[in-house]
């Protein structure tokens, strides 16, 4: 059984920043991908940012330059600091678990931006 388990967003204004973590646990292979997608009301759940591994990246074209994606294997944790934020970033933010036929999804957390 793996658990992701997520923490920080919140309320920021436009232009602030925020950070998420969310932390794996249970039987995860070592060669994997994590990452965060994000769902505005009415829309489509979409990618923020993935990061392997092996430390390499994607990300949104939204986001680029203003996401920054990072992990600590040791800990089974991945990061994604916000900058420069903008009410368009307002959504529900997931922590995503990839490795072999498995996929697994955080709770969710809330970020609004306010202008």
């Known amino acids: 059984q793996v658990q992701l388990v997520e923490s920080g967003g919140g309320l920021v204004q436009a232009g602030g920043s925020l950070s998420l973590s969310c932390a794996a646990s249970g039987n995860i292979f070592s060669r994997n991908t994590m990452g965060w997608y994000r769902q505005a009301p009415g829309k489509q759940r979409e990618l923020v940012a993935t990061?392997?591994?092996?430390?390499?990246?994607n990300y949104a074209d939204s986001v680029k330059g203003r996401f920054t994606i990072s992990r600590d294997n040791a800990k089974n944790t991945v990061y994604l600091q916000m900058n420069s934020l903008k009410p368009e970033d307002t959504a529900v933010y997931y922590c995503s678990l990839k490795f072999m036929m498995y996929d697994y999804w955080g709770q969710g957390t809330q970020v609004t931006v306010s202008s």
């Open positions: 990061i392997t591994s092996g430390g390499s990246t």
